[in-house]
Nanobody
Framework: VQLQVSGGGPVQTGGSLRLSCAAS????????MGWFRQAPGKERDFVAA?????????FYADSVKGRFTISRDDAKNTVYLQMNSLKPEDTAVYYC??????????????????WGKGTQVTVSS
């Protein structure tokens, strides 16, 4: 599975961005999908997860709950992360990842099977 991430960029506090993760090579419907982020000098952290297409259950890190929404469009082989009410502490490189599991997150980064390249999100105050 190849994952192509897009949609990052600069935004002001309180603004919104939508990240996309387009998959190729295999259908993402068989995989659980997740978003992670890594701020400078910090470890890569779990952000959000969505179960495989048979379930579509979601799970969020406490820091983004109520502000971020993960979704998937299996017809487009794409997963999204809608980010609202952005804060400066959301600034990070955001990554999409896939894992062959029926378990929902949070997952440690080491458990993921496939990764996309990151996209920078910068929230200015």
């Amino acid at each position: 599975v190849q994952l192509q991430v897009s949609g990052g960029g600069p935004v002001q506090t309180g603004g919104s961005l939508r990240l996309s993760c387009a998959a190729s090579g295999r259908t993402v419907s068989d995989y659980a999908m997740g978003w992670f982020r890594q701020a400078p000098g910090k470890e890569r952290d779990f952000v959000a997860a969505i179960a495989w297409s048979g379930s579509k259950n979601t799970f969020y890190a406490d820091s983004v709950k109520g502000r971020f929404t993960i979704s998937r469009d299996d017809a487009k082989n794409t997963v999204y992360l809608q980010m609202n009410s952005l804060k400066p502490e959301d600034t990070a490189v955001y990554y999409c990842a896939a894992v062959d599991t029926i378990m929902i997150g949070p997952w440690p980064p080491t458990s993921m099977d496939y990764w996309g390249k990151g996209t920078q999100v910068t929230v200015s105050s």
